[in-house]
């Protein structure tokens, strides 16, 4: 299995993140993870599974302001986001399985998730995510909680399945 991963990283927690999926997923396929800003508008062929994450920001995926207040708190701010990736990508995505996942503090459901947010961004493309993730942060920055990594990791391998 082949896998496409694009993350979103301000403070480093969900590349982590993504590298940990990764890493489950090499297990028995190949997985590839890249930055947002460097992620390709046409998809490949040859993609198994799409992977979509990023940080929860004001209770969704990242926007133009969040990033820029992410920036101001020692962050990337990065110019672009998993938010304006979605949508510049075609309908209907070519890509047999996609999963979100995301990065966020405190556990409510109330809370908001870029992941459930990623998940509805891919419905808009006649897709229905496989699932969606979070992962939980100590902090605005980070770290992530203790075991986070291991569950990450975990998740990778069940993916592969």
Not at 43 to 51: E, M, N, Q, S, T
Not at 58 to 82: H, N, V
Not at 127 to 142: L, Y
Request: charge should be negative; glycine fraction near 10%.
């Amino acid at each position: 299995m082949r896998t496409l991963i694009v993350v979103e990283s301000q403070f480093g927690n969900t590349l982590e993140v993504a590298e940990a999926v990764a890493a489950g997923l090499r297990e028995t396929g190949s997985a590839t993870v890249v930055p947002v800003a460097e992620a390709p508008r046409t998809l490949p062929d040859d993609i198994d599974l799409l992977l979509v994450g990023g940080p929860t920001h004001a209770f969704s995926m990242s926007r133009p302001a969040t990033r820029e207040a992410a920036k101001t708190d020692g962050g990337a701010g990065t110019p672009t986001g998993i938010r304006e990736w979605l949508d510049s990508l075609p309908t209907p995505l070519p890509v047999p399985r996609i999963a979100t996942f995301g990065t966020k503090q405190g556990h409510s459901r109330w809370g908001g998730s870029a992941a459930a947010a990623a998940a509805k961004a891919v419905r808009q493309h006649a897709t229905v995510p496989a699932e969606n993730v979070d992962f939980f942060v100590t902090g605005k920055s980070g770290p992530l909680e203790p075991g986070e990594l291991d569950r990450a990791t975990a998740w990778g391998r069940e993916l592969s399945r």
